[in-house]
């Protein structure tokens, strides 16, 4: 079955330190992948996707991911985390089985500190 | 603003009862998705419409039914409703289907409490 795993439910950072959020998946075939915030009492707001081509993928409020494909990883980074970043993380692939549907991880809280 | 609209914000009905949730769709979108994301559940892929066709169906209940309208705007039915049924409910739009689905554009959501 294809799906993608957000190891940590919970990640702390200090504020200008820099982010992590893991994500691997496990798909057969070449993924698409995603990411998604969401902010309190707010629908998700798409950050990037992966579709093909470069590994580092720029996306919105200066995140970024990196492809891994020998790791099957997917990665969201930041180099220097704000307090506004604080929110629930979503990774995502799309079904390779129906490519309509997307698959959600179960979400990575991050907080940061000021 | 995301451009998917879903009304209402808030929903607080009792066991038994039904309810119907809307979504519109971002301006040119043909698919609509809902899912549901509870507390222990994360998000639950419930149903997708295409052009006004069901295409896909996840883990929804009998008790749940949706449709897409003409003008693609679309409504989740919740009946019967159960303590258990409380979440949030989110509808998320594309442009296309299949292979040309590149990603989701997401409503606020609609938060149902059952009491």
């Known amino acids: 079955a294809q799906s993608v795993a957000q190891p940590e439910d919970q990640v702390n950072v200090a504020e200008g330190n820099p982010l992590t959020v893991k994500c691997t998946y496990s798909?057969?075939?070449?993924?698409?992948l995603f990411w998604y915030v969401q902010y309190p009492n707010r629908g998700l707001q798409f950050l990037l996707k992966?579709?093909?081509?470069?590994?580092l993928v720029k996306g919105s409020y200066g995140f970024e991911a990196e492809f891994n494909k020998s790791q099957t990883s997917f990665h969201l980074k930041k180099p220097s985390a704000l307090v506004s970043d604080s929110a629930l993380y979503f990774c995502?692939?799309?079904?390779?089985?129906?490519?309509?549907?997307?698959?959600f991880g179960s979400g990575t809280r991050l907080s940061i500190r000021p | 603003d995301s451009g998917v609209t879903q009304t209402p914000k808030h929903l607080i009905t009792a066991t038994g009862q039904r309810v119907t949730l809307r979504c519109s769709p971002r301006?040119?979108?043909?698919?609509v998705y809902w899912y549901q994301q509870s507390l222990d559940q994360g998000l639950q892929f419930l149903i997708q419409?295409?052009?006004?066709?069901?295409?896909a169906k996840g883990n929804i209940l009998e008790r749940f039914s949706a449709q897409q309208f003409p003008d693609l705007h679309s409504e989740l039915n919740l009946s019967s409703l159960e303590l258990g049924d409380s979440a949030l409910y989110f509808c998320?739009?594309?442009?296309?289907?299949?292979?040309?689905?590149?990603?989701?554009?997401f409503g606020s959501g609609t938060r149902l409490t059952v009491v």
């Open positions: 998320a739009s594309s442009v296309g289907t299949g292979y040309f689905n590149y990603g989701y554009t």
């Open positions: 798909v057969s075939g070449n993924p698409y």
């Open positions: 992966y579709i093909t081509g470069d590994n």
């Open positions: 995502a692939v799309r079904d390779m089985e129906d490519a309509s549907k997307i698959i």
């Open positions: 301006s040119g979108d043909l698919s």
């Open positions: 419409y295409y052009n006004g066709e069901e295409r």
